[in-house]
């Protein structure tokens, strides 16, 4: 494999994650921003609800409902997506971090790293 460029990296996890999630989650995002720092990968994907899920948040029991939701749909792609990191990287993520805020619809990634990809790339 060619090494690629933190950029060429960034770009290539933003553009396979926001197809994965469409295509495997049904997710649609409006925004996402990946950034390699050193044995992490850190993706922010913005205004991640549908309309649907927007209305279901404004009581609490629909709030829990969709962070159970995500939670759960992230919990069951985790080797899924482990994989696809390491195809575009060609190193292994070893674990995956997520934290969803419905306030403003916003779910940030972490990918742990087994190596720098900073010193990769």
């Known amino acids: 494999m060619a090494t690629k460029s933190k950029?060429?990296?960034e770009s290539s996890v933003s553009v396979h994650l926001s197809?994965?999630?469409k295509e495997q989650m049904s997710e649609q995002v409006e925004t996402i921003t990946t950034q390699l720092l050193e044995d992490a990968?850190?993706?922010?994907?913005?205004?991640l609800l549908s309309p649907a899920e927007r209305?279901?948040?404004?009581?609490?029991?629909?709030?829990?409902?969709?962070?159970?939701?995500?939670a759960k749909l992230?919990?069951?792609?985790?080797?899924?997506?482990?994989?696809?990191?390491k195809d575009l990287?060609?190193?292994e993520a070893v674990d995956i971090h997520t934290s969803f805020n419905t306030e403003n619809s916003e779910l940030v990634i972490?990918?742990?790293?087994?190596?720098?990809?900073e010193e990769v790339s």
Do not use: P
């Open 7 to 9: 950029q060429e990296i």
């Open 19 to 21: 197809k994965f999630l």
């Open 41 to 47: 990968i850190i993706v922010r994907l913005k205004n």
């Open 55 to 70: 209305c279901l948040i404004k009581d609490w029991e629909g709030l829990k409902l969709i962070k159970e939701l995500k």
């Open 74 to 85: 992230m919990e069951g792609s985790k080797d899924s997506l482990k994989t696809m990191i």
């Open 89 to 91: 990287t060609g190193i």
């Open 110 to 117: 972490v990918f742990s790293m087994a190596k720098n990809l």
